[in-house]
């Protein structure tokens, strides 16, 4: 299967058979790698970790090549295949470090943690009769002991919220599902919203379940969201742009010096094809999802909102080894309708490629639509047009048609550091239970509740126990931000991703924009 990923990794999964003669090197390269190898394993004045060392001269050789050619080493690999799979084996739930104790912060539907009762706001005390909580627990041991062979046993002693007593759950672990959807629900009597955070092998399963839900709720429009979307399978992008056209329309192709053209063309079955739509695209979503914009843009059938998309068009195949490690390998490019190549310029190396987002930073362009026109890409004569005549650029991204800059108070170094210390989660654990519990549904929380500045502040004196040194101006510009989010993560915790993105985007600049497009 075709697999698109921009951003860090980037790579395709090819749908052909692979045999152990596409690993073949030519014999004098195999040679001299394997000589050099040796050489170092036996004459090098340390140790050395064999695997690591071959896995690093591989991956450097891929990446004299391109920014996406890569050498993925097993775990890696594995957990990859697994998130675009569309699930694992284990017990399925989320949760968070606080005091060296597991909280759960979501169960999966219809995974087994929530089939045996567990509950967000649960703490595991013991594993398997053995002390669990207080044992310096780490994500990796966290994995490693909730993660199994499918139908293997679990037993957990957990505390639950409001019981001194530990209650025991025996859990038999089992496939957990992972939706590629992070939400979906109606903006308005006729409009929807889906937000989709990667192109899986359910995707385009997922989507049609919740498009069907929401057209039962009165569905005529839709804003899709891909922003921050990193890609996936190409045949989830290419479904999913099914379901928005016509029969017989051409939505991507490929082609490569090994690789004849391919041509990817839409069917009759899809469930959304005359409704008006709206794309949300940012400079992080890539890959598939520039598959899907660039084709939904080039035959008139949506209109981009956001900024210029990541500018991956590199196709690549993936090669496994027999240790479960492998290498992704770029064969083909791919070109969207109109016959453009989106990929951005990689000739500085790999590393100015993946800091070009920071420089489009530093010069302004995710804030001013015209300093994005003075990119050297835009000032070329653009042989590229839709299917009405609007011209169309390509080497660079999707250049949206409505231009959406970015918010700076989102994206704080303070705002970070919150969210990735989890300091939002923890403070709803430990003081939010009381605020919760007085609403029955998200709907009431979402339209009723609004983080009050004496909460705030009690916020960030929770906070500042975690990081020790905030910039006061900073603090200023993200108060409102901070409180948006404190709302949201408390919503998920008690309702999910849905109520959580409701929340998100009720200040949503580009969504507001995107709703007008389509009005």
Known sequence: MLLLIGITIGFFLADNNLSDNGLNFSRRSNNKINSVLRLVKENYVDSVNEDSLEGVAVNDMLQTLDPHSLYLQPQRAQSINENLDGGFNGVGLEYQLLRDTLVITQVYPGGPAQTAGLNAGDKIINVNEKKF????????????????????????????????????????????????????????????????????????????????????????????DIRENGGGYLNSATSLADEFLPKGKLIVYTKGAHEERKDYFSTDSGMFKEGKLAVLIDEYSASASEILAGALQDLDRAVIVGRRSFGKGLVQQQFPFGDGSAVNLTVARYYTPSGRSIQKSYKYGAESYHNEIAERMRKGELFSEQRTLNDSIFKKPSPYHTASGKKVYSGGGIMPDVFVPADTTINTDLVQELSEQQVFTAYTIDQLGPVLNKFHTSDSFVS????????????????????????????????????????ASAARFKWGDNAYFEVMNGDDAALKKAVESIN
């Open 133 to 224: 909580s207080g044992t310096k627990l780490t994500a990796d041991k966290v994995d490693q002991t909730l993660k199994g062979d499918s139908l293997s046993q679990i037993s957990m002693s957990v505390l639950v919220p409001g019981n001194p007593a530990l209650k025991l759950y025996h859990i038999q672990r089992g496939h957990v599902d992972l939706s590629s959807l992070d939400a979906a629900y109606m903006i308005s009597p006729e409009t929807g919203y889906i937000k989709i955070s990667k192109f899986a092998s359910t995707t385009d399963v997922d989507f049609r379940a919740a498009l069907s839900r929401l057209k039962a709720q009165g569905l005529k429009k839709l804003v899709l």
């Open 448 to 487: 009723q509740y609004a983080v009050s500045d004496d909460e705030f502040n009690k916020f960030i004196l929770y906070a500042s126990k975690t990081i020790k040194e905030m910039d006061s101006k900073e603090l200023l510009v993200s108060k409102g931000t901070i409180k948006t989010i404190l709302k």
